[in-house]
């Protein structure tokens, strides 16, 4: 039998505190770069919800998202709890925001 996570993931936040209703009910400007981040990525890992991991990514960049342009998709790999599919999410939000 599998334990459950001593965390609490998304689905145990209030409607209103999750990323993708909160967009739904307030508008993308609304949110936080990691709540939208966390949108794209999708899921967190076993220790921390995916709003928890793009704080953490974030916040090691200082927030600075052209600095997340700039990073290597190998460097991405480098993060816990990122893998190829979450990496390659990012890169693609990136560069869409960038050909805008």
Known sequence: M??????L??????PQDKPREKMI???ADALSNAEL???I????????TAVQLTQRLLNSIE???EKLYKMPYETLLD?????????VKIKAAVEIAKRM
């Open 41 to 48: 990525i999708g899921s967190g890992n076993v220790n921390e």
């Open 25 to 27: 009910a307030k508008g």
């Open 79 to 87: 993060w816990k709890g990122v893998g190829p599919a979450k990496a």
């Open 9 to 14: 993931t998304i689905k145990d936040w209030s």
């Open 2 to 7: 599998m334990k459950k996570s001593p965390h």
């Open 37 to 39: 981040l966390a949108i």
């Open 63 to 65: 927030n600075r998202l």
